[in-house]
């Protein structure tokens, strides 16, 4: 087993440039045997049952977000995953995100999304998260953790994709699926390309782009989600431009950067103060 022991938001700098996955396990370099998906059922942690055939065949589409609270790899990618989901109507179109665990309970899945800022619906040991998994899995060339794969509303499968991930890197897949609601970053009001330095001591840098001068505005919230910090971009020139926020006043931790068009988060990146 691949043992993460830095600190998440170190770890969120330096590992981007790795393709090892927590628990490797190599099965060749056919990632996928099985075309059709099989079926699953599970109770996420907000208590809904969801069944997989059930929901394609109303004509979603849905990523299987295989992970566990403890894998270093899912932890980094989290922030990606989450900005991809948000970026395609946060599950309120005909795309849906799946998170599943086979050995978290549903106590540790609900804090690990609060601390790596995960908003799609996950399952954990509590909610069938082991049974799916390993049936997901069967016949495939399971890798390790994290695994990204999309079902079409056809049952079409594919498997472990867009690793290590990027926001759009399942956009091709969902086109490819026919779904409908696939939202480009770049279609919003305002987007960040990154953020830097990290750990941010005194400011932090954004890299920004505006396209519409609405209400976009970031939040800073600690693990909580309590919000210590808020900046409007209005004050902002529209195009592509390194916005400066100052942290003063803000404790040495661990944070969430969001921002928010007209109300609506659609980024949200990990942040880390250290004076």
């Known amino acids: 087993m691949k043992k993460i022991t830095l600190l998440f938001f170190i770890v969120f700098i330096t590992s981007l440039s790795y393709a090892q996955k927590c628990e490797f396990v190599n099965k060749g370099n056919n990632k996928s045997t099985q075309a ?3 079926d699953i059922t599970i109770t996420t942690t907000d208590g809904v049952v969801r069944n997989l055939y059930t929901t394609v065949t ?18 980094t990618y989290a922030p990606i995953i989450d ?9 309120g179109g005909s795309i849906q995100y799946w998170g599943i665990s086979d050995r ?13 800022g995960v908003t799609n619906p996950c399952a954990g040991s509590d ?16 890798t390790g953790w994290p695994t990204y794969s999309i079902v079409c509303p056809s049952k079409n499968l594919y498997y472990d994709i867009n690793y290590p991930p990027s926001a759009t890197g399942f956009d091709t897949y969902y086109t490819n699926c026919g ?3 696939v939202e480009e970053l770049s279609q919003q009001n305002a987007m ?22 609405s209400d976009n505005y970031i939040t800073i919230t600690d693990l909580s989600g309590r919000q210590v910090k808020k900046l409007s971009l209005e004050q902002f020139q529209n195009g592509s431009q390194i916005a400066t926020l100052s942290i003063d006043g803000i404790e040495n931790g661990y944070y969430v950067l969001a921002l928010f068009n007209n109300g609506i988060k659609t980024q949200s990146f990990p942040l880390v103060v250290s004076k």
């Open 58 to 75: 109303s004509g979603k589409t849905i990523l299987v977000d295989l992970f566990y609270c403890a894998c270093g790899y899912c932890q």
């Open 36 to 38: 059709v998906a099989p």
């Open 83 to 91: 900005q991809s989901y948000v970026s395609h109507g946060s599950g």
């Open 127 to 142: 909610g069938g998260g082991a049974a799916a998994t390993t049936t997901f899995n069967t016949g495939q060339n399971f």
């Open 179 to 181: 779904a409908s609601d």
């Open 192 to 213: 960040i390309d990154g953020i830097f330095p990290m750990p941010a001591t005194t400011e932090l840098n954004m890299l920004l782009h505006i396209n519409v001068k």
């Open 104 to 116: 978290d309970a549903n106590a540790a899945v609900n804090a690990y999304k609060t601390t790596y």
